[in-house]
């Protein structure tokens, strides 16, 4: 039982490149949710699907894209990647009556 | 005004003492509310959830929640070395029930 899992859990892009973070669940839980992290800025809500086939701007969605794929999977995409960017990219999932959300391990990403 | 306010410490305690860790939140709607833990370089946590007025016990976290004072706080009891980490406080909000995060507070206990 993983949990949540991300991968890459580390990458480097230029600018101007393009990527997609990768997150899995096996909690079986509905809803699942992107962050980003930065210093001094928290944990910010870029996208959400509060269940398959559904996906939501949540507060940063610029420069973003997301797919639902499955029950188990949903990815973020950077289409043109920017150095504001830079940042900790975490995955959660949350069973919607409960409210509570768990988190994968992250993705940090670097982009020059 | 930030959404979710928490003082970012660091806070200080000796081990063994009682770290006491707080929130206030602007959205009178607010219905759900977290605390999570989280170490250097890895993930939050969830170690606390309240979703009334009081306090909720578990092992040596205390959660307690007062919706009038749009407050909510964290005792952490018999605070040990490993419980040094950044404690988020997070609140549910709107129709979605989104979570938004505090900043965050370091705590460090030292021996």
């Given amino acids: 039982n993983a949990g949540v899992t991300q991968t890459p859990k580390f990458q480097v892009l230029k600018t101007g490149q393009s990527m997609t973070l990768q997150c899995a669940q096996d909690m079986n839980h509905n809803s699942m949710y992107w962050y980003r992290q930065d210093p001094g800025m928290g944990l910010r809500l870029i996208y959400y699907s509060a269940s398959e086939g559904t996906t939501d701007k949540g507060e940063v969605p610029n420069g973003y894209n997301v797919s639902r ?5 949903f990815s973020l995409r950077l289409e043109s990647a920017a150095p504001s960017q830079t940042s900790v990219y975490f995955c959660a999932t949350g069973e919607r009556a409960r409210r509570s959300q768990y988190f994968g391990p992250g993705t940090r990403l670097l982009v020059l | 005004q930030k959404e979710v306010e928490q003082n970012s410490g660091p806070l200080s305690v000796p081990e063994g003492a009682i770290a006491s860790l707080n929130c206030t939140y602007s959205d009178r709607g607010s219905q759900s509310f977290f605390w999570y833990r989280q170490y250097s370089g890895k993930s939050p946590e969830l170690i606390m959830s309240i979703y009334s007025n009081g306090d909720k016990e578990d092992g040596r976290f205390t959660a307690q929640l007062n919706k009038a004072s749009q407050y909510v706080s964290l005792l952490i009891r018999d605070s040990q070395p490993s419980d040094s980490a950044t404690y988020l406080c997070a609140v549910t ?11 965050g507070t370091r705590l460090m206990v030292k021996p």
């Fill in chain 2, 93 to 103: 909000r709107g129709a979605g029930n989104m979570l938004t995060f505090g900043g």
């Fill in chain 1, 69 to 73: 794929l499955n029950k188990r999977e």
